[in-house]
Structure formats: structure tokens, C-alpha cells
């Protein structure tokens, strides 16, 4: 398997001389002549001769894409992290926030939560709250910020002034600046900032700005929305970046905070069940091996354990918490694989991997299938870290501890989907634990990764380290926490005895990536795959950023023109 390596994609922007801007303003704007649509696309635009007629097909764009967006239902998940100043480290997590919801893209957004039932949550404020001298969030507001403007956007409400054109990317695009026209200011928020738009059909990819003016007693906050070319003639949103305060000297902002909020699940396959029924073909068949015999209890046993087993996973699917199988499921079948080969471990039934999609670290195993999530994988820093998470779960299998066959009864699976983690949930007690980390570190001594755990222990420690200041990173929603109440970490923590000490000047230890490092996501069919991105060498301390979240700069393409169809290789800045 290929080595783990530091994950980066790069903004490319070529600006033209200020003669050439003012050409392209007075001239216009015009698409290139090589722009071509893509297979199965509308029709490319007339090409427009003015900066109006750009707007125009703007905004008729975005009309489009509201509409063709209603009736999905895309999660959207927002992480954020409250920061104070360090001088070593500059500015560093002092507390976090975790918001997960399934949105209603109808004639305005709704939102329904996965985590609470807290009907303030549903308050219409794009931002937050001042309250008893502490912001409240409101995920709703990071939900509003897919569109510019929902109901008002176009050319009678908003100013619209051309900048230059300039690369995303494989994309040329116009940049424009975008005002709302001044009588018509309005506590319900406009949007002020640039757009830029693709140049061959005029769609909107990228958005950065806020809204105006500010409420009394709230916040509008600052974002930067991304949107990925995922199905023909539509660029949809994928990626908001949100960040306030940057602590210059005698600055006076009131908070400080960055916000990573991701959309997927636009288009959930729900496992292909109907398009199978309408090819159902039935041959008349009879099962001639031993398998057709009557099973003997302990078979009965292991099928009703798979039953449920599958059972879980395709509900996990179908709610938008799990990945399809995938690229990255094989790379954490290796690893597994690895560790059952050299340990000699003979299971009855085969051991699979998957990978939740949520931000969260967490692992837990159903039956014979390790569960991961995706940010648990973005920050471990190479591939003995990773076999030290999965070979705490292979324990579990190994040693019997299995959990959920309670879902076998498929009742059990009859929930609305925000009610998931209610529902759901594979926790170990405490002697379990402690017998599944003791024979993973006997499984590890005898893997391929036996020379290499120093890494996983480094890991731990920067865990432990900002641990305090992350408990929403940290909180496990279906499986065992990686720490205990008072912050200590309890999976595999004797590996933090052998392990170096951390070290902030050591610019060649990294104990721990940001959030975004490792995987990518293709939010309209939920497929991940690792990103591939050139090595970029540490200037200072403050380049680490373990656990941190980051700014997105996706590499944007044209549906069927890149190696990932449109996915984009989110990386962080300067990381």
C-alpha cells in the first residue's frame, strides 16, 4: 500500500494587466471559444456582449439551480472551533462545536438536527447570538450561506461590478462584486461580497462575503461557499469556510472562531432497491449444496448476528452517515488484512471496513464490519496510526464482543433519518475495552506495524494534549470515546509511554494532521477517496495545525474532464 504522504492542492490565479481588465469590462466578458458543455449537458449560452448580460445569465443560473435543488434533502455538517492567541502556536483552539442536520432545499431552507431536538436551533439567524455576554450559534445560519440569496438575487436588489477574470482551478472564470442596492438594506440579510462564475454557461462557483446589515444583538458571519460541478449544467454546494477575528494588534472583535461546514447526501441511492425490483427476474432453482441443510445453532447464531449486521449498515447508508463501499474502504481492508495475516486470525466470517463520513473521531465495529469515521482518518499521520485505530476494533471481533444483534429485527430500522443516532448505537462497557485494547496491542506486536507504533503513541499524546479544548471533536455519537470524562485518553494508552515526547520545534515530528487532510468527498453520490496531493515543507511551528480546521481550496473541474469528476481536493492554506 502507498505510503501515506502531506495532502495539498493549489489555488492557481492569473490576473490580468489593469489594461486588459478594462478591456474585458468595456468588451465584455466573453466565454472562450475552445469552452465546449459537457456530454448530456444544456446547451452552452449564447455568448453575452456586456458585463448585464453576464448578470443576467447569473442570476437566471442560480434560479435554475434553486429549483432543480428542491426536494433534495442534503446533510450539512458544521465544525467549529472558538480560538484564542498563542505565541508559539498562534491561534489555537480553546473550545469547539459540532452541528449535524439534514436540510429541506424548498422554497426557503429548513433544517431538521441530528443532534438535539432543541427547537431554538431552528431560529432563523445566519450566525449567532449574543447572549449573556457569550455567542450562541445557530447552525441555520451556516445552512443559508449555499446561496448568495434565496429569494432577491438578481439585478433589482443587488449591484453588480465586474473585477477580472481569473482561474479556480481548471476553470476560468468572471469575479464580480456583488452590493445590495442602499434603500433596500433589511434585517433579513443580504448578501455583500465577490461571486465568481464559470465562463461557460455562467454558473456560480464560489461565494465570498456576508450579509448586511447586522442585526441588533447578532452576528452575521463571513463566508467563503464552494460549489463542485457533480451532474450536468449544475454547479452545487459542497464546501463553506466561515472565520471572524485574526488577533492584530489592538484589534477589538468580540469572537474568534473558524467553521468548516460540508453538504453531501444530494442524491442518496437508498442501496438501488427500487431499480432493482423493476428487474427482477425469477428462475426456478434448487440449492443442491450443504448449505441448503439446516443450520446448526451456532450457524443460526453468526447468520442472525450478519443479519443485523447488514442490516445496520444499510440504514446507516440510506440516513447519510456512511459512505458507499469505496477507494478508501480497500486501503483500510489492507491494513486489516495485514494484521489478520501476520496474527494468523481465521474468522468465519470475513472482516470489512467502511468509513462514516461525519468529522467526529470515532470507531466502532457491527458484527464483522470496522466502522471509521472521516475525521478520525483526515488527522492520523501515516498508516501505523491507522492500523493501531483498526486493530482495536479487530480485537472486538476476534474476542467475540459482538453488539447489535438487536437489529436484526428489521422494526428496529423504522426511524426517520435524524433520529439515527438515537436510534442506533454500539457502545462496549468497560471490561470489553480494556480486553479489546490488551489484545490489540498483542495483534500489533506481531503486524508489519510492530516498529512503527511510536507514531500512534505521538498521536495520542497530541490527543491528550488538546483534548480540554475539543470535547465536540472528541464526543463519539454511535461508538466508544477515544478519551474519558476527565479528558484522558483511554484507547491504547500505553502507546503513549514509548513514544517521543511532542516537541513544537521539531518541524519533522507531526504528531496529528488537520481536519481535511486525508479525504476527499464527492457530496452528490458520498464516495470518498484519499487525496493526492505534493509534500509542502513546515516554515514554522504554527504550520502543524493538529486537528485544527482549515480553510478549503478545492481544485475545481468540469464534470468529466478530471481524474475525480469534479470532486475536489480540499487542502488547507499554507498546510
Aim: hydrophobic share 40%.
Amino acid at each position: 500500500m502507498k505510503c501515506w504522504g502531506w495532502i495539498l492542492t493549489a489555488l492557481l490565479v492569473i490576473p490580468l494587466s489593469a489594461r486588459a481588465q478594462q478591456q474585458a469590462a468595456a468588451s465584455a466578458v466573453q466565454p472562450s471559444s475552445t469552452a465546449s458543455s459537457v456530454a448530456g449537458s444544456r446547451p452552452a449560452a449564447k455568448a453575452p456582449l456586456t458585463a448585464d448580460q453576464v448578470v443576467d445569465q447569473v442570476v437566471e443560473r442560480e434560479r435554475a439551480l434553486i429549483a432543480f435543488l428542491k426536494g433534495h434533502t442534503p446533510l450539512v455538517e458544521t465544525y467549529l472551533q472558538n480560538l484564542a492567541p498563542d505565541s508559539k502556536l498562534g491561534a489555537v483552539p480553546k473550545e469547539d462545536h459540532y452541528f449535524l442536520g439534514r436540510l429541506d432545499l424548498a422554497d426557503t431552507i429548513d433544517r431538521r438536527d441530528y443532534l438535539t431536538k432543541d427547537a431554538s436551533l431552528q431560529r432563523s439567524l445566519m450566525g449567532g447570538v449574543s447572549k449573556l455576554f457569550r455567542i450562541q450559534y445557530q447552525p441555520m445560519g451556516f445552512s443559508w450561506m449555499l446561496f448568495a440569496d434565496q429569494q432577491n438575487f438578481d439585478r433589482d436588489h443587488y449591484d453588480f461590478k465586474f473585477v477580472r477574470r481569473e482561474f479556480l482551478g481548471e476553470i476560468r472564470c468572471l469575479s464580480f462584486d456583488v452590493m445590495p442596492k442602499g434603500k433596500l438594506h433589511s434585517g433579513n440579510g443580504m448578501f455583500e461580497g465577490r461571486i465568481w462564475v464559470e465562463d461557460q454557461d455562467y454558473n456560480i462557483v464560489r461565494l465570498n462575503g456576508t450579509y448586511v446589515p447586522r442585526p441588533k444583538n447578532a452576528y452575521f458571519f463571513h463566508m467563503d461557499s464552494w460549489r463542485l460541478n457533480l451532474v450536468p449544467g449544475y454547479w452545487v454546494p459542497a464546501f463553506i469556510y466561515s472565520e471572524e477575528g485574526d488577533f492584530s494588534y489592538g484589534s477589538h472583535d468580540k469572537l474568534a472562531f473558524k467553521a468548516q461546514s460540508r453538504v453531501w447526501g444530494y442524491n442518496l441511492a437508498k442501496l438501488g432497491r427500487a431499480d432493482e425490483l423493476t428487474k427482477l427476474k425469477v428462475d426456478e432453482v434448487k440449492d443442491a449444496s450443504q448449505a441448503a441443510a439446516d443450520p446448526s445453532p451456532l450457524e443460526a447464531q453468526r447468520q442472525w448476528q450478519q443479519q443485523a449486521e447488514d442490516n445496520v449498515i444499510d440504514r446507516l447508508q440510506t440516513a447519510g452517515l456512511l459512505a458507499p463501499p469505496g477507494e478508501v474502504d480497500k486501503i483500510l481492508q489492507t491494513v486489516v488484512n495485514n494484521i489478520q495475516i501476520t496474527n494468523n486470525i481465521d474468522l468465519p466470517r470475513p472482516v470489512r471496513a467502511r468509513v462514516m463520513l461525519t468529522s467526529p473521531l470515532e470507531t466502532f465495529s457491527v458484527g464483522n464490519t470496522i466502522i471509521i469515521s472521516r475525521g478520525l482518518i483526515d488527522t492520523l499521520p501515516d498508516e501505523a496510526s491507522l492500523a493501531a485505530m483498526l486493530s482495536h476494533e479487530l480485537a472486538h471481533i476476534v474476542l467475540g464482543h459482538n453488539l447489535g444483534s438487536k437489529f436484526a429485527f428489521n422494526d428496529r430500522m423504522l426511524f426517520s433519518d435524524e433520529f439515527a443516532y438515537q436510534n442506533l448505537g454500539f457502545r462496549h462497557n468497560p471490561d470489553e475495552e480494556t480486553a479489546a485494547d490488551v489484545k490489540a496491542l498483542d495483534l500489533l506486536k506481531n503486524s508489519p506495524y510492530a516498529q512503527k507504533l511510536d507514531s500512534a503513541g505521538l498521536y495520542l499524546k497530541q490527543l491528550t494534549a488538546r483534548a480540554p479544548a475539543l470535547p465536540a471533536l472528541l464526543t463519539a455519537h454511535l461508538g466508544n470515546s477515544l478519551i474519558d470524562e476527565k479528558g484522558q485518553v483511554t484507547r491504547l494508552s500505553v502507546l503513549m509511554s514509548s513514544a517521543p515526547n511532542l516537541d513544537d520545534n521539531k518541524l519533522d515530528q507531526i504528531a496529528a494532521l488537520p481536519l481535511g487532510a486525508r479525504v476527499k468527498l464527492d457530496p452528490w453520490q458520498d464516495r470518498v477517496e484519499i487525496i493526492k496531493a505534493a509534500p509542502v515543507a513546515f516554515t514554522s511551528a504554527r504550520d502543524k495545525m493538529p486537528f485544527e480546521v482549515t480553510p478549503f481550496f478545492p481544485r475545481l473541474t468540469r464534470l468529466g474532464t478530471g481524474a475525480s469528476d469534479g470532486v475536489a481536493q480540499s487542502a488547507s492554506a499554507g498546510n
